[in-house]
């Protein structure tokens, strides 16, 4: 028979105020930076996702779905969507890999390209605001911690996955 206690009969489970969680005050802190971006996306007639894609292209030049998706931090069915649309518009190029006829490589088209140059003096003033407002030192030491908090969490998750191929062998 069903357990018919009411939800508040039940011990409430204790977590971390959300004022003081790092993963809400990472997401807080990205909302309040993309709010000086959104607009940009918006007059350009592209979603933030696909700004991403454009970035890492033109900085890294031609790759595949793969490494795109690394680059991008996008999973991999966003991604196919993304780039679907990003084809469709004329701003990203495929051709076929000379080595693997199964693999694509992706570029920037010419009106890629040209939409990155036309956009640069805009986020350049953007990043330049927002150093003003919370300083540029402060805007370099930011970058600084939250890299190595990526490589400190990391560290772990590759050290974990390691030791799980050595005792498959």
């Known amino acids: 028979m069903a357990d018919r206690r009411s939800v508040s009969e039940f011990p409430r489970p204790r977590i971390m105020d959300d004022r003081r969680s790092l993963p809400i005050a990472l997401l807080r802190a990205r909302e309040a930076v993309m709010a000086y971006f959104r607009p940009h996306h918006r007059k350009g007639g592209i979603t933030e996702q696909q700004w991403r894609v454009i970035r890492v292209l033109h900085l890294d030049g031609e790759m595949d779905a793969a490494r795109l998706a690394q ?9 196919s969507r993304i780039l679907k649309d990003l084809e469709a518009s004329g701003h990203l190029r495929r051709r076929p890999d000379d080595g693997d006829s199964r693999r694509s490589l992706l570029s920037l088209s ?14 350049d003033r953007i990043h330049r605001d927002i150093a003003g407002r919370f300083g540029r030192e402060r805007v370099d030491q930011l970058l600084a911690l939250l890299d190595e908090l990526e490589r400190a969490l990391a560290a772990p998750a590759k050290a974990e996955k390691r030791q799980g191929r050595e005792r498959r062998r």
Do not use: I
Request: proline share 13%; aromatic share 8%; no cysteine.
């Open 71 to 79: 680059r991008s931090y996008l999973l991999a069915p966003s991604l």
């Open 110 to 123: 010419p009106k890629g390209t040209a939409m990155v140059t036309g956009v640069a003096p805009f986020l």
